[in-house]
């Protein structure tokens, strides 16, 4: 409880069986008094009938009983983290506006809540990203289609942290493929212009994300 009080976690593990405090207490705390619809899942030796339903009864997302089998408890983590960050994302955009191209899940599990190193990332984002995009450009201007290849290639890391891969990964494969090839060259063109678009819009987006 006190730990969710000083710091952003994306789940919480809760033992079911704990000195002083047990599972159920600790997440009708968690939900009553905090106030916080982070996920938990309950880890119990109780493998009875009914243990799920008492589990999701108190407010707890999903249940697993002891032993714990590693690929069922990963199943079930990327299972909550994934729905999360469709519904945070869902809820970003509002009917009538221009959805958002920025998704921060994958960075914010990166950072384990800590908001220094988000800020940091987005910040560096900011100001490597235009001289990338520049660079993309002028290469291609200048008909060095190998380097407008390579700067695609480059790109892709930089584009992942920000949530940007599915908006932008098929586009960054085609010019990194297709650059070199010159009957190919009014397709990249098309495509190098989509990137930049996209981009200005996220770096909106990602000052917008650091004012707040």
């Given at each position: 409880?006190?730990?969710?009080?000083?710091?952003r976690?994306?789940?919480?593990?809760?033992?079911?069986?704990m000195?002083?405090?047990?599972?159920?207490?600790?997440?009708?705390?968690?939900?009553?008094?905090?106030?916080?619809?982070?996920?938990?899942?309950?880890?119990?030796?109780?493998?009875?009938?009914?243990?799920?339903?008492?589990?999701?009864?108190?407010?707890?997302?999903?249940?697993?009983?002891?032993?714990?089998?590693?690929n069922?408890?990963?199943?079930?983590?990327?299972?909550?983290?994934?729905?999360?960050?469709?519904?945070?994302?869902?809820?970003?955009?509002?009917?009538?506006?221009?959805?958002?191209?920025?998704?921060?899940?994958?960075?914010?599990?990166?950072?384990?809540?800590?908001?220094?190193?988000?800020?940091?990332?987005?910040?560096?984002?900011l100001?490597?990203?235009?001289?990338?995009?520049?660079?993309?450009?002028?290469?291609?201007?200048?008909?060095?289609?190998?380097?407008?290849?390579?700067?695609?290639?480059?790109?892709?890391?930089?584009?992942?942290?920000?949530?940007?891969?599915?908006?932008?990964?098929?586009?960054?494969?085609?010019i990194?493929?297709?650059?070199?090839?010159?009957?190919?060259?009014?397709?990249?063109?098309?495509?190098?212009?989509?990137?930049?678009?996209?981009?200005?819009?996220?770096?909106?987006?990602?000052?917008?994300?650091?004012?707040?």
């Amino acid at each position: 409880i006190d730990a969710l009080k000083r710091k952003r976690y994306s789940l919480v593990l809760m033992d079911i069986q704990m000195p002083q405090m047990d599972g159920y207490t600790a997440t009708t705390k968690i939900r009553t008094e905090l106030k916080s619809d982070i996920p938990v899942i309950a880890m119990t030796a109780h493998a009875m009938a009914g243990e799920r339903e008492k589990c999701l009864s108190y407010g707890m997302n999903e249940y697993i009983p002891k032993p714990i089998r590693e690929n069922e408890l990963s199943k079930i983590i990327n299972n909550i983290l994934n729905t999360n960050r469709k519904a945070e994302k869902e809820k970003d955009n509002i009917p009538g506006q221009i959805p958002k191209v920025l998704d921060l899940g994958y960075l914010r599990e990166l950072s384990g809540g800590n908001a220094t190193f988000e800020v940091s990332m987005i910040e560096q984002f900011l100001e490597q990203m235009p001289g990338e995009l520049e660079a993309l450009e002028q290469e291609f201007n200048k008909k060095n289609y190998v380097q407008v290849a390579q700067v695609a290639h480059n790109m892709k890391t930089s584009v992942s942290f920000m949530g940007l891969t599915e908006k932008l990964g098929d586009y960054l494969d085609y010019i990194e493929i297709n650059a070199p090839i010159q009957e190919k060259n009014r397709d990249t063109r098309e495509k190098i212009l989509q990137v930049i678009k996209i981009c200005h819009q996220a770096f909106g987006e990602a000052k917008e994300y650091l004012q707040r």
